[in-house]
Every structure is written in C-alpha cells, then in structure tokens.
C-alpha cells in the first residue's frame, strides 16, 4: 500500500467512526432513559476532550513522528467506538464520550499533520481529497448503522463489530505511511517540541479564522438544514431530509475531486471562488420559499464551502512550527467553529426566525474572499539538515515544498 492511500484508508476510518456513532445515539438514549437535556450535556463532552487532547497529540507527533503517532491514535479512536454503547449508567457516558472525544481529536490532528508532510513529499495537493475520503466512510459507515437500527441490531453488538473491522483497517492502513525519518527530516532547523495550551501564532490564527467560517457555514447547514425545509418552506420529512444528504453528498464530491481544481487554479483563488459559491448558495437559502429551491441552495453552500478546510489545515501545517503544532491550532479554532454554530443558529433563528438566521450564515462566508490571501506561503524556513538514515532510505526525497502551500492564485 503507497503512503497516499494507506492515510487515505485512515482518513476513511476515521471518518467511519463519526459516521457509526451517529446513527446509535437515539439506542443510547432510549436505553439510559436520557432526556434531551442531559444528552444534550452528554453531547459536549466530546468536543471538551478534543480540547483537551489536541495540544498533547501535536507534542505526541513531535516526539515519536507523525506516523507512529498516527498508527496509535487511530487506533484508539477505531477500539473506542464501542464505549458510548457499553456505559451502563449516565455518569459513565460521560466520561465515556469526554474520552471518545479526546481520541477523536488527537487522531484527527496527528493524521492531518502526518497528510501535510506527506503532500511536502509527493509536491502536490492531496488533503482535499482525503477528506473526501472521510466523508466517504461517514456516509458509508452511517448507512450501515441506519440498516443496523432499522433492524432492531443491539448498538453494542454493532459498534463492537464495526470497532473490530475499523481496527483491522487502521493497522493495515498504518503499515504503509510514510516512515518518520522522511517526515522529521522536513522539520525546521532547531524546532523545539509544540508547547501546552499556547495561543497559536497570529498567522495560524488568521488561517484558523478561514477554517472557523467555513466550518461555521458547513455546521449550521448540516444540522439546521432539514429543520429550515420543514419550518420555512412546509417541506416534508422526506424532502427534508434530502436537503442534509445533498449538501454532504456534494462537500464529499467536491472534496474527492478538489485536489484537481487545487492545482489548476491555487488554493488563494478556490477559496474567493468558493466563498462566493457558498455566498450565492446562502442568497438562494434565505429567499427560498420552495423545496428543491432550498435544496439548490444548501447544495451550493456545500460546494462553495468543502475544500476551504482542508486548504486551511494544510496551510497551517505548513506555517507552524511543526506540522503538528499548526494543524492543533486551526483544528481547535474550527472544533470551536463547529460547536458552537448550531447553537448560535438555533439561538438567532429563535429571535429573528430561519431566513434572518442564514443570513447571518451568508455574512459569515461573505468574509472568505476577503480572508483567502492568509494562505499565501510564508517564506521558506531551513529545514533539519539531518535526512534519511543511508540504510532506511526506502522512500526517494522529494522537494519540500507543496502545491497544498499556497503558491498560486492570487
């Protein structure tokens, strides 16, 4: 297996796990007799582990290298799927989702990081494309807990089966990444160990700021979506829900294509094209008083969005210290992004009603052509002049920089 498609492969477990845990939450409600509220409490202790877990994954990734990390953490995160199911009372959900999320992040980070040094080696773009390949196990994995639910399948039996295969794929996948003496070899000269739970730089904070508009947009729709049909256009629950399916089948189509629009045109000019897309698709949502026009209109915002973050992480992982440290800055701001959206968009749909709400949504994208020159490259730093060991050298060298680093399009 190449480098490329074994993180493929990891991207695509990662994303398979997200996508097998979401359709198993009403199980787990139902079986601890949760209310909405304290699910809804039980609901932000992933995003509290990630938090917490993001800056040691990053010093993780320094210490032992991108790929041992990798290997690791994503093993984590495929044999903790089960443990949401298995909790037996409402204390130990919690804590059983604080440390899903907390391996959740971790993972998420060090795959990232070891993607950005992977597209540094093979000098072309190739993170929007994997996480089409995310999206692609979500959506694969969601389908088969949805057949699993309809069936009457215990989640715990489920999530163990589908815990065991993830864990056979991640092991597989991680014998071919690339080999740490490739990825070290590309750290800046005399870079020291990311620090704990500091400020990002304010260059990562700007790339961080493309990341928090775009995941604020794609979170938004994707949870608000079904509900603007059925409250604003009288839509029913089928077409509703079409209007989610929609947009994720067009942010993981894009993203499996957007390596190619990447090269051709420039990470500066895909994300002012993209923003404008996304802008036009949130006039269509607001004014929209019809179904499929709704539906058109959320399809357009998935478009526009889908290829702006994983352009932002792969910048910030070339900007920061370390590949590591930069992807754990951008991907804290947009697990923030992420967190919070749904519930600012709940909160001015209440008080302003559904139009007013994505209006504000467009506004948010609106700032993107205006933000996309921060993933112009810095300028280039002196890298470990320390490289592959004579008898490791399975992998030839490759120039150290990328089409992913912003060179073009602006």
């Known amino acids: 297996m190449t480098p490329h498609r074994a993180i493929a492969a990891v991207f695509a477990a990662h994303g398979a796990v997200a996508g097998s845990l979401s359709t198993r939450i009403p199980w787990i409600q139902d079986h601890l007799h949760l209310s909405p509220a304290t699910l809804g409490l039980a609901m932000l202790c992933p995003s509290i582990g990630a938090f917490l877990g ?34 037996p009372v409402p204390a130990a959900l919690f804590v059983a989702f604080l440390l899903f999320g907390c391996a959740a992040g971790m993972s998420d980070v060090v795959m990232n990081a070891h993607a950005v040094e992977l597209e540094r080696h093979l000098d072309r773009p190739i993170m929007s494309g994997l996480h089409g390949m995310w999206s692609v196990g979500s959506l694969g994995a969601a389908g088969l807990g949805a057949l699993a639910a309809q069936a009457g399948v215990d989640a715990r039996l489920h999530l163990a089966a589908m ?34 739970f500091a400020l990002p730089a304010r260059g990562i904070l700007l790339i961080g700021l493309v990341g928090f508009c775009a995941t604020f947009a794609e979170g938004a729709s994707a949870n608000w979506s079904a509900v603007y049909l059925t409250r604003v256009t009288e839509a029913g629950p089928g077409l509703a829900a079409a209007a989610y399916t929609v947009l994720m089948l067009c942010m993981a189509g894009t993203r499996l294509l957007g390596d190619r629009i990447i090269r051709l045109l420039g990470p500066v000019t895909c994300v002012r094209a993209g923003g404008l897309v996304a802008v036009a698709g949130g006039v269509v949502v607001v004014t929209a008083r019809t179904p499929l026009l709704a539906i058109a209109g959320f399809a357009l915002l998935g478009l ?107």
């Open 163 to 196: 815990s065991l295969a993830l864990l056979a794929l991640g092991a597989a996948a991680g014998r071919g990444l690339l080999p740490n003496h490739v990825t070290a070899a590309q750290r800046p000269a005399g870079a020291a160990p990311p620090r704990r």
């Open 304 to 410: 526009g969005v889908a290829v702006i973050m994983p352009l932002a992480l792969a910048a910030a992982g070339n900007a920061g210290p370390t590949a590591g440290e930069g992807v754990a800055g951008v991907a804290t701001i947009t697990y923030l992004s992420g967190l919070t959206a749904p519930a600012v968009t709940g909160w001015l749909a209440g008080a302003f009603g559904y139009p007013a709400a994505f209006a504000f949504i467009t506004a948010v994208v609106l700032l993107l052509p205006f933000l996309a020159p921060v993933l112009r490259p810095a300028a280039p730093r002196p890298l470990d002049p320390a490289g592959p060991a004579e008898e490791d050298a399975l992998i030839p060298a490759a120039p150290c920089r990328s089409s992913a680093r912003p060179t073009s399009g602006g």
């Open 54 to 87: 993001m800056p040691v994954a990053s010093r993780l990734a320094f210490r032992y290298g991108s790929r041992t990390a990798t290997r690791a953490l994503i093993a984590l995160w495929c044999g903790g799927l089960a443990l949401p199911a298995l909790a």
